[in-house]
């Protein structure tokens, strides 16, 4: 089972612009899969962020977009995610998830607390 690593700076000021990063073990993020950002806000459901296709085109939720950037290092086989602008109200837990088409694999989430 591979399992995905994010790693992120944990805390953060408002409006600052995390950078979050998760490193896929073994194959290579320009092969296939679509990777992804979720988040799961205290008490809601998950919510999809964005996301790096392995050609690489990236995608964004539309509530999200003008925020959110999804990056790829193919030389370290990571992808991350940059959230500008962030607010007490994105302090959550951030996961990374491969799919192709249904998610495959996930990581284990990084916390990211937003306080000044």
């Known amino acids: 089972q591979v399992q995905l690593q994010e790693s992120g700076p944990g805390l953060v000021k408002p409006s600052q612009t995390p950078s979050l990063t998760c490193t896929v073990p073994?194959?290579?993020?320009?092969?296939?899969?679509?990777w992804n950002w979720i988040r799961q806000p205290p008490g809601k459901g998950l919510e999809w962020i964005g996301a790096?296709?392995?050609?690489?085109?990236?995608y964004a939720s539309p509530s999200l977009r003008s925020r959110t950037s999804v990056t790829r290092d193919t030389t370290k086989n990571q992808f991350t995610l940059q959230l500008s602008s962030v607010t007490p109200e994105n302090a959550t837990e951030y996961y990374c998830?491969?799919?192709?088409?249904?998610?495959?694999?996930w990581g284990r989430g990084t916390q990211v607390t937003v306080s000044s």
């Open positions: 790096i296709h392995y050609s690489g085109s990236t």
């Open positions: 073994g194959g290579s993020i320009t092969t296939n899969y679509a």
């Open positions: 998830a491969g799919e192709m088409p249904s998610i495959d694999y």
